[in-house]
């Protein structure tokens, strides 16, 4: 029984496909309690995107559109979607994680009393759940104590949901974010990058603190270029100031699951593992024969990146004739 | 300024974990404790904004009597006392944490309260914003940069897609995130100087909080394990293995 809220992420007034991977959470859910499922589409200027949400069986697609959700800000935002879970009768609700929903989620779940878990990996049955710990070196079963919960799912875990007609009825909402003032927007520096989403992409070619410099990192470029692939780096290249942060794979970046993940000049630290081993296939490329990220590569190369690469590009040229 | 910092205990984050064959917790043997990388970013943060501005940096911390080592490691990195609240590590949930540090905050009153973004054991995520939320403060969380002026903090924040920056009014609730800063190493006579400043020991009963959970770890396994694959050779192998074998090109 219950209802679970699905909190859609909209992104330069677009939908973020990763909504998609809770609502199949949702559903599973849904399935193990005999409950249903809403979604819950907050912003300035989206109710627009409302019908890319309604042939997924949700009950009801509830629309809250409204100028002071032009910026994010916690605060605001959680009071107005514990709001809008009230509304919806919802017993739970729930989320893809991204930094957006990690920074939202706790905030909603203290003001709706409820436990919540985060980085959700499977749903055992209506109170209990796996998720990972110590950089998903450890699987916990956690179980919810509280009538109410929420939860920030792991994306890579829950495929996408696929679109399976019907027509949820779209309902606008009357909830506003509640501004006391103690918190205001100021700017964001957008990472302008013609590659794919780095949590999106299909393949995905990530680079170490072996690529030495910018430059060095640069080498990867007609390799990520002819597999149309988004380019990552390890915690090591963000903290140098070689990637910028929105690019770090790992327990405290981003967690990917691309059909193909090729690991260049990193050695594999456990963090970084933890962000990309859910790859279909893996490839590293390294000179280190005893570097840890060959004990989780389907193949493994040893190589100086620098000449084991642009060789690479030419081989991958010849076979795709371009 | 008076800042209140959390510096909780982790086991050593490049030790390889492994799961109890009973399924009850971590084999401890043999394994070290170190601060949270993310605390150690909080406290570095506490510390130079005190040295800029005055006040005191509190370290905060919840566990039994073990976890004082890494408190004090806190202190002789420059906070001038600490508490710690006496319950053991797997008698607490994220709400719980939020709850016994809420109680610090309404009793410290500082005019900011850093906590690292996330602990990495753990790995949940939430319990700033839990704080904030439960006394209702403003959050900046995932913060890379903090900067203190006109009884506001600014702080930019690693999200997705870039870097935000938004400003919050203090008394605020600000997580770090690894590129705040670089913590500093404590030096000896700081070492041996931290060994005399104060530690106050609470205890949930004291400061009247429930310890009842509202999520429960009930078990740990170990994740499943990709199998090794193969080293190839050359690229020439690698991209026939990728087209024919992997069908990943």
Redesign the interface.
């Known amino acids: 029984m219950g209802t679970t809220l699905v909190i859609a992420e909209t992104f330069g007034g677009k939908l973020r496909k990763s909504t998609f991977n809770a609502v199949t959470f949702a559903k599973a859910l849904a399935a193990k309690t005999g409950g249903d499922f809403a979604i819950g589409l907050l912003g300035s200027g989206v109710a627009g995107l409302a019908g890319e949400l309604t042939g997924y069986g949700a009950k009801a697609v509830y629309v809250a559109d409204n100028a002071g959700f032009a910026n994010y800000l916690g605060g605001p935002w959680a009071k107005a979607v514990a709001a809008l879970a009230d509304q919806a009768g919802a017993t739970s609700v729930a989320a893809t994680s991204s930094t957006f929903t990690r920074d939202l989620l706790p905030r909603v779940a203290a003001r709706m009393g409820a436990g919540m878990v985060s980085e959700v990996l499977s749903v055992v049955d209506g109170t209990k759940f796996l998720r990972p710990m110590w950089a998903g070196n450890v699987v916990a079963t956690v179980e919810v104590k509280t009538p109410k919960a929420v939860f920030c799912v792991r994306g890579t875990e829950f495929d996408a949901a696929q679109a399976t007609g019907g027509a949820s009825p779209v309902q606008a909402v009357a909830v506003a974010p509640e501004d006391n003032g103690k918190q205001r927007y100021v700017k964001f520096e957008a990472v302008v990058s013609s590659r794919p989403d780095l949590a999106e992409a299909a393949v995905v070619v990530a680079g170490g603190r072996g690529l030495k410099d910018k430059a060095g990192f640069a080498i990867l470029d007609p390799l990520a270029d002819l597999l149309k692939a988004a380019i990552g780096g390890t915690r090591a290249v963000v903290d140098a100031g070689i990637a910028p942060n929105d690019l770090q794979i790992g327990q405290t970046g981003k967690v990917i699951a691309p059909q193909l993940y090729i690991g260049v000049a990193l050695s594999g630290a456990i963090q970084h593992i933890a962000g990309m081993k859910a790859s279909k296939t893996i490839v590293a490329i390294n000179k280190d024969p005893e570097a840890p990220i060959f004990s989780v590569a389907d193949y493994g190369l040893v190589a100086d990146a620098f000449k084991a690469v642009p060789e690479l590009v030419e081989e991958i040229r010849k076979i795709k004739g371009v | 300024m008076k800042i209140l910092v959390t510096a909780k205990r982790v086991?050593d984050?490049?030790a390889?974990?492994r799961?109890k064959p009973d399924g009850t917790g971590?084999e401890t043997a043999g394994l070290e404790y170190k601060l949270n990388p993310?605390c150690e970013n909080a406290i570095e943060a506490a510390v130079s904004m005190v040295e800029k501005h005055g006040g005191e940096a509190i370290a905060v911390t919840i566990g039994t009597a073990d976890v004082e080592q890494n408190l004090r490691t806190a202190l002789a990195m420059g906070c001038e006392r600490a508490i710690r609240v006496e319950i053991a590590d797997d008698q607490l949930?994220?709400?719980l944490t939020?709850r016994i540090l809420v109680k610090l905050f309404e009793t410290e009153k500082p005019d900011l309260f850093l906590l690292g973004?996330?602990a990495?054991?753990?790995?949940?995520?939430?319990?700033?914003?839990?704080v904030?939320?439960?006394l209702?403060?403003?959050?900046?969380?995932?913060a890379?940069g903090i900067v203190i002026e006109n009884g506001e903090a600014?702080v930019t924040?690693?999200?997705?897609?870039?870097?935000?920056?938004?400003?919050?009014?203090l008394p605020?609730v600000v997580s770090a995130?690894?590129?705040l800063n670089t913590p500093r190493l404590p030096t000896l006579p700081n070492v041996l100087k931290a060994k005399r400043k104060p530690l106050q020991v609470l205890t949930p009963a004291a400061l009247g909080v429930d310890t009842?959970?509202?999520?429960?770890?009930?078990?740990?396994?170990?994740?499943p394990q990709?199998k090794?694959?193969?080293?190839?050779?050359?690229?020439?192998e690698?991209?026939e293995?990728?087209?024919n074998e992997?069908k990943?090109?």
């Open positions: 086991t984050p490049d390889k974990i799961v971590i993310f949930d994220s709400d939020a973004k996330q990495v054991d753990g790995d949940s995520n939430q319990v700033a914003q839990l904030a939320e439960m209702d403060l403003p959050q900046a969380c995932f890379s600014v924040r690693e999200i997705d897609g870039g870097i935000e920056t938004i400003a919050v009014k605020a995130d690894l590129r009842a959970l509202k999520v429960a770890t009930v078990a740990y396994e170990a994740p990709r090794g694959g193969i080293k190839v050779k050359t690229v020439q690698l991209v293995k990728l087209q992997a990943a090109l």
